[in-house]
């Protein structure tokens, strides 16, 4: 059963430390999506991608995230240095553009002390 | 950019019965999708229906279907014969052709009681 799949599930960290997230998509899938949701701002999209090349990224904050595919299989998403504001869950979702329909991770939820 | 407004933060309903979730949407696109996702306490995000603009005729998937109005921008969901497993977080969201720029409304929280 085809799925995507996302590391860490939890992870909890102190403020100033790097964080990274990684993300497989399913295979097949040209899309990428990286969410973040919180109870104040709800799902919010930071980037996506198609074909691997960023298509925006204008919902990250540029000091400190940046998300990266370096294959086709990889997709990451790095905060350094974290901060308490960054406490969320991260969703990738993987899709085909085609069929417009996207499919999610079970998401990592972070915890920035 | 566009946006998504779901007016309902919280709703309840008996089991069995059934429930109606609103969404409107804001955009200049003429060709688009729209979904609804579940979200129970596991936090898994599951797609339970999608509808693409250019078709007219309403998607259904089981108990659950929707009620599209283009011209209105308005994209409901009914759940019908409601059971426990339905509460969970509700969803909206659009997507531009070409799957493009997924947003999402700030979803409803269902329970069903029994």
């Known amino acids: 059963d085809a799925r995507v799949t996302q590391t860490p599930r939890d992870k909890v960290t102190e403020m100033g430390q790097e964080v990274t997230m990684r993300c497989q998509p399913i295979?097949?899938?040209?899309?990428v999506f990286w969410y973040r949701q919180t109870m104040m701002q709800g799902l919010e999209l930071l980037a996506y991608?198609?074909?691997?090349?960023?298509?925006?990224d204008s919902g990250m904050p540029k000091d400190r995230f940046s998300a990266e595919m370096p294959d086709a299989t990889l997709a990451t998403l790095k905060i350094q240095p974290s901060e308490p504001r960054d406490s969320a869950v991260y969703f990738c979702?993987?899709?085909?553009?085609?069929?417009?329909?996207?499919?999610f991770g079970e998401g990592s939820r972070l915890t920035v002390l | 950019a566009q946006t998504v407004t779901q007016s309902q933060p919280e709703m309840s309903v008996q089991e069995a019965e059934t429930v109606t979730l609103s969404c409107t949407y804001d955009?200049?696109?003429?060709?688009?999708?729209l979904f609804w996702y579940k979200q129970p306490p596991s936090r898994q995000m599951i797609l339970v229906i999608r509808?693409?603009?250019?078709?007219?005729q309403n998607a259904t998937e089981n108990r659950f279907s929707v009620n599209f109005q283009k011209a209105a921008k308005s994209f409901s969901l009914k759940i019908s014969d409601s059971q426990l497993g339905d509460t969970a977080m509700y969803f909206c969201?659009?997507?531009?052709?070409?799957?493009?720029?997924?947003?999402f409304g700030a979803g409803t929280r269902l329970t069903v009681k029994p």
């Open positions: 979702a993987s899709g085909w553009d085609l069929t417009g329909e996207l499919f």
């Open positions: 295979l097949g899938h040209n899309t």
């Open positions: 991608f198609r074909n691997r090349a960023p298509l925006d």
């Open positions: 955009t200049s696109e003429n060709n688009y999708y």
């Open positions: 509808q693409e603009a250019y078709k007219q």
């Open positions: 969201a659009f997507m531009k052709h070409g799957g493009d720029d997924m947003r």
